[in-house]
């Protein structure tokens, strides 16, 4: 079992920034550098949507073609944690964003969702 939980969801003003934290745990067996770790976001009435991705051990990321240069994925395997820098946030950006944490290594395993933390952009 891995547990997720997000961090630092807020509202903010369009072109403002935030800073969110995804902090992975589990159990003995659990070691955060096997797992591929995404940011998603769904807002009202739409779809979820990929944001970023990460594989630390890889240093390996994919972006959404929404992004454009404006947020940026990291991660730390010391702190099993993954970081989502957003920057000149739109309105469009708000939503609820999720981390989920999937194995790839050494097998494939299955998906691990965070209960999400709420971006809010407007003036």
């Known amino acids: 079992q891995v547990q997720l939980v997000e961090f630092g969801g807020d509202s903010v003003q369009p072109g403002g920034s935030l800073r969110l934290s995804c902090v992975a745990s589990g159990d003995i067996t659990f070691i955060f550098s096997r797992y591929d770790i995404s940011w998603y976001r769904q807002a009202p009435g739409k779809e979820r949507e990929l944001v970023a991705s990460i594989r630390t051990a890889e240093s390996k990321t994919n972006y959404g073609d929404f992004v454009k240069g404006r947020f940026t994925i990291s991660g730390d395997n010391n702190k099993n944690t993954v970081w989502l820098q957003m920057n000149n946030l739109k309105p469009e950006d708000a939503a609820v964003y999720c981390c989920?944490?999937?194995?790839?290594?050494?097998?494939?395993?299955?998906?691990?969702w965070g209960q999400g933390t709420q971006v809010t952009v407007s003036s």
């Open positions: 989920k944490a999937k194995q790839y290594f050494p097998n494939s395993g299955r998906d691990y």
